[in-house]
Protein backbone atom coordinates (compact mmCIF):
# COMPACT_ATOMS: atom_id res chain seq x y z
CA UNK A 1 0.00 0.00 0.00
CA UNK A 2 1.74 3.41 -0.99
CA UNK A 3 2.02 6.21 1.66
CA UNK A 4 -0.76 8.59 2.37
CA UNK A 5 -3.23 6.08 0.79
CA UNK A 6 -6.66 5.75 3.03
CA UNK A 7 -6.10 2.93 4.97
CA UNK A 8 -8.74 0.50 7.06
CA UNK A 9 -7.63 -1.81 9.43
CA UNK A 10 -9.32 -5.05 10.69
CA UNK A 11 -9.25 -8.35 12.57
CA UNK A 12 -8.79 -11.96 10.56
CA UNK A 13 -10.10 -14.67 11.77
CA UNK A 14 -8.04 -18.13 10.05
CA UNK A 15 -9.16 -21.26 11.96
CA UNK A 16 -9.57 -21.99 15.75
CA UNK A 17 -6.92 -24.59 14.26
CA UNK A 18 -4.21 -22.25 13.43
CA UNK A 19 -1.47 -20.48 15.28
CA UNK A 20 -2.19 -17.77 15.75
CA UNK A 21 -5.29 -17.96 14.95
CA UNK A 22 -6.68 -14.14 14.91
CA UNK A 23 -3.84 -11.28 12.80
CA UNK A 24 -4.62 -7.77 12.22
CA UNK A 25 -3.95 -6.18 9.01
CA UNK A 26 -4.46 -3.12 7.11
CA UNK A 27 -6.41 -2.79 3.52
CA UNK A 28 -6.91 0.43 0.98
CA UNK A 29 -10.21 1.61 1.46
CA UNK A 30 -12.17 0.24 -2.06
CA UNK A 31 -13.90 1.71 -4.78
CA UNK A 32 -17.70 1.38 -3.95
CA UNK A 33 -19.59 -0.39 -6.79
CA UNK A 34 -23.51 0.13 -7.78
CA UNK A 35 -25.51 -0.02 -4.35
CA UNK A 36 -22.77 -0.12 -1.89
CA UNK A 37 -22.14 1.43 1.27
CA UNK A 38 -18.94 2.85 2.97
CA UNK A 39 -19.51 3.30 6.35
CA UNK A 40 -17.43 3.69 9.27
CA UNK A 41 -17.40 1.29 12.13
CA UNK A 42 -18.40 3.41 15.61
CA UNK A 43 -18.97 0.35 17.79
CA UNK A 44 -18.87 -3.23 17.68
CA UNK A 45 -20.20 -6.08 20.34
CA UNK A 46 -18.75 -9.73 20.22
CA UNK A 47 -21.80 -11.95 19.78
CA UNK A 48 -21.68 -15.44 21.41
CA UNK A 49 -21.49 -17.09 17.28
CA UNK A 50 -18.75 -14.80 17.56
CA UNK A 51 -17.34 -17.07 20.39
CA UNK A 52 -18.35 -20.03 18.71
CA UNK A 53 -16.57 -19.65 15.83
CA UNK A 54 -12.86 -18.33 17.88
CA UNK A 55 -13.38 -21.24 20.14
CA UNK A 56 -13.97 -23.88 17.23
CA UNK A 57 -17.67 -24.79 17.50
CA UNK A 58 -18.91 -23.21 14.90
CA UNK A 59 -18.06 -23.78 11.05
CA UNK A 60 -16.80 -21.81 8.31
CA UNK A 61 -14.98 -20.67 5.91
CA UNK A 62 -11.43 -18.81 6.27
CA UNK A 63 -10.11 -16.70 6.50
CA UNK A 64 -13.07 -14.13 7.53
CA UNK A 65 -13.22 -10.90 8.82
CA UNK A 66 -15.06 -11.46 12.26
CA UNK A 67 -17.86 -9.39 14.02
CA UNK A 68 -21.39 -8.82 12.75
CA UNK A 69 -23.34 -6.66 15.87
CA UNK A 70 -22.54 -3.49 15.33
CA UNK A 71 -23.12 0.66 14.53
CA UNK A 72 -22.03 2.27 11.43
CA UNK A 73 -21.58 6.03 10.57
CA UNK A 74 -21.99 6.50 6.43
CA UNK A 75 -18.90 7.68 4.85
CA UNK A 76 -19.99 7.41 1.33
CA UNK A 77 -22.76 5.39 -0.38
CA UNK A 78 -23.66 4.83 -4.17
CA UNK A 79 -27.09 3.89 -3.53
CA UNK A 80 -28.12 6.68 -6.29
CA UNK A 81 -30.05 9.78 -5.68
CA UNK A 82 -33.12 8.49 -4.43
CA UNK A 83 -31.25 6.75 -1.47
CA UNK A 84 -32.09 9.29 2.12
CA UNK A 85 -28.37 8.35 3.44
CA UNK A 86 -26.46 10.69 4.36
CA UNK A 87 -23.15 11.23 5.47
CA UNK A 88 -22.70 11.05 9.10
CA UNK A 89 -25.72 9.09 9.82
CA UNK A 90 -25.81 6.21 11.94
CA UNK A 91 -27.62 3.24 10.55
CA UNK A 92 -27.94 -0.66 11.66
CA UNK A 93 -28.14 -3.14 8.94
CA UNK A 94 -29.44 -6.36 8.13
CA UNK A 95 -26.79 -9.34 8.91
CA UNK A 96 -27.45 -11.08 6.04
CA UNK A 97 -26.75 -9.68 2.20
CA UNK A 98 -29.27 -11.29 0.04
CA UNK A 99 -30.93 -10.68 -3.63
CA UNK A 100 -34.40 -10.18 -2.61
CA UNK A 101 -35.33 -12.36 -5.34
CA UNK A 102 -34.65 -16.14 -4.65
CA UNK A 103 -37.83 -18.52 -4.01
CA UNK A 104 -36.92 -18.31 -0.02
CA UNK A 105 -36.64 -14.20 -0.20
CA UNK A 106 -40.32 -14.20 -1.94
CA UNK A 107 -41.60 -16.61 0.83
CA UNK A 108 -40.03 -14.46 3.67
CA UNK A 109 -36.54 -16.53 4.34
CA UNK A 110 -34.33 -13.85 3.22
CA UNK A 111 -31.88 -14.79 5.72
CA UNK A 112 -31.87 -18.40 3.76
CA UNK A 113 -31.39 -16.89 0.27
CA UNK A 114 -29.97 -18.85 -2.00
CA UNK A 115 -26.80 -16.33 -2.85
CA UNK A 116 -26.48 -15.63 1.10
CA UNK A 117 -23.31 -13.56 2.06
CA UNK A 118 -23.45 -12.71 6.11
CA UNK A 119 -21.46 -9.86 7.65
CA UNK A 120 -18.92 -11.40 9.81
CA UNK A 121 -18.95 -14.88 8.94
CA UNK A 122 -18.55 -15.48 4.89
CA UNK A 123 -14.68 -15.70 3.99
CA UNK A 124 -13.04 -12.47 2.59
CA UNK A 125 -12.01 -12.17 -0.91
CA UNK A 126 -10.67 -9.78 -3.24
CA UNK A 127 -14.27 -8.14 -4.02
CA UNK A 128 -15.23 -8.51 -0.31
CA UNK A 129 -12.84 -7.54 1.76
CA UNK A 130 -14.24 -5.18 4.30
CA UNK A 131 -17.15 -7.45 5.78
CA UNK A 132 -16.86 -7.27 9.40
CA UNK A 133 -17.44 -5.03 12.28
CA UNK A 134 -14.25 -5.75 14.24
CA UNK A 135 -12.74 -3.24 11.88
CA UNK A 136 -12.28 0.71 11.08
CA UNK A 137 -14.59 0.28 8.05
CA UNK A 138 -16.96 -1.93 6.47
CA UNK A 139 -18.62 -2.26 3.04
CA UNK A 140 -22.15 -2.89 2.88
CA UNK A 141 -23.73 -4.44 -0.45
CA UNK A 142 -26.65 -3.94 -2.51
CA UNK A 143 -28.71 -6.45 -1.12
CA UNK A 144 -28.28 -5.33 2.72
CA UNK A 145 -31.41 -2.97 4.11
CA UNK A 146 -30.22 -0.23 6.05
CA UNK A 147 -31.99 1.78 8.89
CA UNK A 148 -31.29 5.32 10.47
CA UNK A 149 -31.24 5.26 14.23
CA UNK A 150 -32.62 7.91 16.15
CA UNK A 151 -30.61 10.91 17.38
CA UNK A 152 -31.73 9.61 21.32
CA UNK A 153 -30.65 5.69 21.29
CA UNK A 154 -26.94 5.48 21.99
CA UNK A 155 -24.53 3.72 20.30
CA UNK A 156 -24.27 0.92 23.30
CA UNK A 157 -28.15 0.38 22.97
CA UNK A 158 -27.77 0.14 19.24
CA UNK A 159 -25.07 -1.86 18.70
CA UNK A 160 -26.73 -5.33 19.30
CA UNK A 161 -30.14 -4.29 17.74
CA UNK A 162 -29.37 -5.36 14.28
CA UNK A 163 -28.23 -9.18 16.06
CA UNK A 164 -29.80 -10.61 19.39
CA UNK A 165 -33.03 -7.68 19.46
CA UNK A 166 -34.13 -8.38 15.65
CA UNK A 167 -33.80 -12.27 16.53
CA UNK A 168 -35.75 -11.94 19.48
CA UNK A 169 -38.75 -10.28 17.75
CA UNK A 170 -38.28 -12.62 15.11
CA UNK A 171 -38.93 -15.45 17.64
CA UNK A 172 -41.67 -13.80 19.43
CA UNK A 173 -43.39 -12.22 16.71
CA UNK A 174 -46.21 -14.68 16.08
CA UNK A 175 -47.19 -13.39 19.72
CA UNK A 176 -49.55 -10.49 20.59
CA UNK A 177 -51.67 -8.65 23.06
CA UNK A 178 -54.36 -10.76 22.69
CA UNK A 179 -52.19 -13.69 24.20
CA UNK A 180 -50.99 -11.56 27.11
CA UNK A 181 -53.66 -11.37 29.94
CA UNK A 182 -53.97 -15.60 29.66
CA UNK A 183 -50.63 -17.19 28.60
CA UNK A 184 -47.46 -18.29 30.65
CA UNK A 185 -44.00 -17.93 29.03
CA UNK A 186 -41.15 -19.71 30.05
CA UNK A 187 -37.04 -17.87 28.62
CA UNK A 188 -34.58 -20.32 29.30
CA UNK A 189 -31.48 -17.87 29.40
CA UNK A 190 -31.02 -14.60 30.96
CA UNK A 191 -28.52 -13.77 28.64
CA UNK A 192 -28.91 -10.53 25.73
CA UNK A 193 -31.53 -12.95 23.92
CA UNK A 194 -33.53 -13.80 27.21
CA UNK A 195 -33.23 -10.39 28.28
CA UNK A 196 -34.41 -8.89 24.61
CA UNK A 197 -37.14 -11.30 24.79
CA UNK A 198 -38.77 -10.45 28.05
CA UNK A 199 -38.48 -6.92 27.23
CA UNK A 200 -40.35 -7.63 24.17
CA UNK A 201 -43.16 -9.96 25.85
CA UNK A 202 -43.17 -7.46 28.80
CA UNK A 203 -43.84 -4.58 26.64
CA UNK A 204 -46.81 -6.58 24.68
CA UNK A 205 -48.19 -6.95 28.44
CA UNK A 206 -47.29 -10.52 28.93
CA UNK A 207 -47.63 -10.50 32.91
CA UNK A 208 -46.40 -13.99 33.26
CA UNK A 209 -42.91 -14.17 31.91
CA UNK A 210 -40.60 -16.20 33.81
CA UNK A 211 -36.76 -16.36 33.17
CA UNK A 212 -34.48 -18.90 34.30
CA UNK A 213 -30.74 -19.26 33.94
CA UNK A 214 -27.66 -20.76 36.53
CA UNK A 215 -26.44 -17.01 36.94
CA UNK A 216 -27.46 -15.29 39.74
CA UNK A 217 -26.04 -12.02 38.83
CA UNK A 218 -27.96 -12.37 35.65
CA UNK A 219 -31.47 -12.88 37.09
CA UNK A 220 -30.97 -10.46 39.53
CA UNK A 221 -31.26 -7.87 36.76
CA UNK A 222 -34.58 -9.34 34.92
CA UNK A 223 -36.62 -7.42 37.11
CA UNK A 224 -35.49 -4.46 35.60
CA UNK A 225 -37.07 -5.63 31.99
CA UNK A 226 -39.83 -6.80 33.35
CA UNK A 227 -39.63 -10.78 34.13
CA UNK A 228 -39.76 -12.69 37.55
CA UNK A 229 -36.46 -14.46 37.99
CA UNK A 230 -36.01 -18.21 38.41
CA UNK A 231 -32.94 -20.20 39.28
CA UNK A 232 -32.10 -23.10 36.64
CA UNK A 233 -32.88 -26.54 38.46
CA UNK A 234 -35.95 -24.99 40.29
CA UNK A 235 -38.45 -24.81 37.69
CA UNK A 236 -39.94 -28.02 39.14
CA UNK A 237 -40.27 -26.21 42.42
CA UNK A 238 -42.06 -23.20 40.97
CA UNK A 239 -44.48 -24.78 38.13
CA UNK A 240 -46.03 -28.08 37.53
CA UNK A 241 -45.61 -30.09 34.81
CA UNK A 242 -48.00 -29.32 32.07
CA UNK A 243 -48.95 -25.67 33.28
CA UNK A 244 -46.65 -23.24 30.97
CA UNK A 245 -47.91 -22.29 27.41
CA UNK A 246 -44.53 -21.32 25.88
CA UNK A 247 -41.15 -22.12 26.73
CA UNK A 248 -38.47 -20.10 24.75
CA UNK A 249 -34.74 -21.82 24.52
CA UNK A 250 -32.40 -18.99 24.19
CA UNK A 251 -29.42 -20.56 26.66
CA UNK A 252 -27.64 -22.58 24.06
CA UNK A 253 -27.50 -25.54 26.31
CA UNK A 254 -29.46 -28.68 24.82
CA UNK A 255 -30.31 -30.62 28.26
CA UNK A 256 -32.69 -28.46 29.60
CA UNK A 257 -35.22 -29.19 26.41
CA UNK A 258 -36.71 -31.98 28.12
CA UNK A 259 -37.38 -30.61 30.91
CA UNK A 260 -38.77 -27.63 28.89
CA UNK A 261 -41.23 -30.39 27.20
CA UNK A 262 -42.60 -31.32 30.48
CA UNK A 263 -43.48 -27.78 31.67
CA UNK A 264 -45.62 -27.23 28.37
CA UNK A 265 -49.18 -27.46 28.42
CA UNK A 266 -50.90 -29.91 25.92
CA UNK A 267 -50.67 -28.06 22.66
CA UNK A 268 -47.96 -25.29 23.76
CA UNK A 269 -45.45 -23.86 21.75
CA UNK A 270 -41.04 -24.93 22.05
CA UNK A 271 -39.50 -21.73 20.16
CA UNK A 272 -36.03 -22.70 19.91
CA UNK A 273 -33.12 -20.17 19.51
CA UNK A 274 -30.04 -20.59 21.16
CA UNK A 275 -28.69 -24.12 19.97
CA UNK A 276 -26.58 -22.40 16.63
CA UNK A 277 -24.02 -25.42 17.30
CA UNK A 278 -23.25 -28.68 16.50
CA UNK A 279 -23.48 -29.57 19.79
CA UNK A 280 -27.02 -29.72 20.22
CA UNK A 281 -28.35 -32.71 20.33
CA UNK A 282 -31.42 -32.90 22.07
CA UNK A 283 -32.25 -36.17 24.21
CA UNK A 284 -36.16 -35.93 23.96
CA UNK A 285 -38.91 -38.84 21.82
CA UNK A 286 -41.21 -37.81 19.41
CA UNK A 287 -44.06 -39.18 21.39
CA UNK A 288 -43.49 -36.49 23.75
CA UNK A 289 -44.27 -33.91 20.90
CA UNK A 290 -46.61 -35.88 19.42
CA UNK A 291 -48.89 -36.96 22.54
CA UNK A 292 -48.89 -33.27 23.96
CA UNK A 293 -50.03 -31.87 20.56
CA UNK A 294 -47.06 -29.75 21.13
CA UNK A 295 -45.48 -27.40 18.40
CA UNK A 296 -41.87 -26.59 17.99
CA UNK A 297 -40.40 -24.04 15.98
CA UNK A 298 -36.52 -22.80 15.10
CA UNK A 299 -35.42 -19.30 14.48
CA UNK A 300 -32.01 -18.69 13.30
CA UNK A 301 -31.60 -14.78 12.46
CA UNK A 302 -34.56 -12.75 10.57
CA UNK A 303 -35.61 -10.45 8.07
CA UNK A 304 -35.35 -6.82 7.22
CA UNK A 305 -38.80 -6.11 8.92
CA UNK A 306 -37.68 -7.52 11.62
CA UNK A 307 -34.84 -5.35 12.31
CA UNK A 308 -37.13 -2.49 11.58
CA UNK A 309 -39.18 -3.45 14.26
CA UNK A 310 -36.24 -3.77 16.58
CA UNK A 311 -35.20 -0.33 16.02
CA UNK A 312 -38.81 0.74 16.43
CA UNK A 313 -39.03 -1.10 19.84
CA UNK A 314 -35.75 0.57 21.09
CA UNK A 315 -36.72 3.73 19.97
CA UNK A 316 -40.28 3.41 21.68
CA UNK A 317 -38.87 1.85 25.17
CA UNK A 318 -35.07 3.18 25.48
CA UNK A 319 -36.01 4.97 28.47
CA UNK A 320 -38.26 2.32 30.23
CA UNK A 321 -35.78 -0.81 30.24
CA UNK A 322 -32.49 -0.45 30.44
CA UNK A 323 -30.41 -1.62 27.74
CA UNK A 324 -27.64 1.02 28.10
CA UNK A 325 -25.96 -1.04 31.01
CA UNK A 326 -26.15 -4.43 28.78
CA UNK A 327 -22.82 -3.58 26.89
CA UNK A 328 -20.64 -3.98 30.46
CA UNK A 329 -17.30 -2.63 29.19
CA UNK A 330 -15.80 -1.16 26.14
CA UNK A 331 -12.33 -2.08 25.15
CA UNK A 332 -10.07 -0.15 21.79
CA UNK A 333 -10.14 -2.88 18.76
CA UNK A 334 -6.37 -2.92 19.56
CA UNK A 335 -7.01 -4.95 22.67
CA UNK A 336 -8.97 -7.26 20.95
CA UNK A 337 -7.78 -10.50 22.82
CA UNK A 338 -8.31 -9.52 26.56
CA UNK A 339 -12.02 -8.19 24.98
CA UNK A 340 -12.72 -11.86 23.61
CA UNK A 341 -11.53 -13.31 27.35
CA UNK A 342 -13.53 -11.08 29.06
CA UNK A 343 -16.61 -11.82 26.45
CA UNK A 344 -15.92 -15.63 27.14
CA UNK A 345 -16.03 -15.10 31.21
CA UNK A 346 -19.65 -14.25 30.84
CA UNK A 347 -18.99 -11.33 33.30
CA UNK A 348 -21.02 -9.23 31.13
CA UNK A 349 -23.91 -9.91 28.37
CA UNK A 350 -22.15 -8.26 25.91
CA UNK A 351 -18.47 -6.31 25.68
CA UNK A 352 -17.68 -3.91 23.40
CA UNK A 353 -15.09 -3.28 21.14
CA UNK A 354 -14.29 0.37 19.94
CA UNK A 355 -11.91 0.48 16.52
CA UNK A 356 -11.91 4.47 16.80
CA UNK A 357 -9.60 3.37 19.93
CA UNK A 358 -7.59 1.43 17.50
CA UNK A 359 -4.15 2.06 18.56
Same mark, same amino acid.
Given at each position: ???????????????????????? @?????????????????????????????????????????????????????????????????????????????????????????????????????????????????????????????????? @???????????????????????????????????????????????????????????????????????????????????????????????????????????????????????????? @??????????????????????????????????????????????????????????????????????????? @??????
Amino acid at each position: MADGEPACHRLVFLGADRSPSLLT @DTVKLPVLKPGEILAKVRLATICSSDLHTLHGKRRGDYPCALGHEGVLEVLAHNRGSQSKLAVGQRITFTVADVCHNCSRCRVGLPQKCDTLFKYGHSQITSQRSLSGCYATHMVLHPGTCVFPIPDHIT @DKMAAPINCSLATMVNAVSSFSHKDAGSKSVLLQGAGLLGVYGCSLLHSLGFGKVFVSDVDGKRLSTIPLFGGTPILAGDESACFNENELDIVIEVCGVSGIIKSGIQLLKPGGIYVLVGLVHP @DSYMNITAEAIIRKCLTIKGIHNYAPEHLERALSFMSKFSRKYPFEELVGIVYPMSNYETAFQKATLGSFRRVGL @DPSLYS
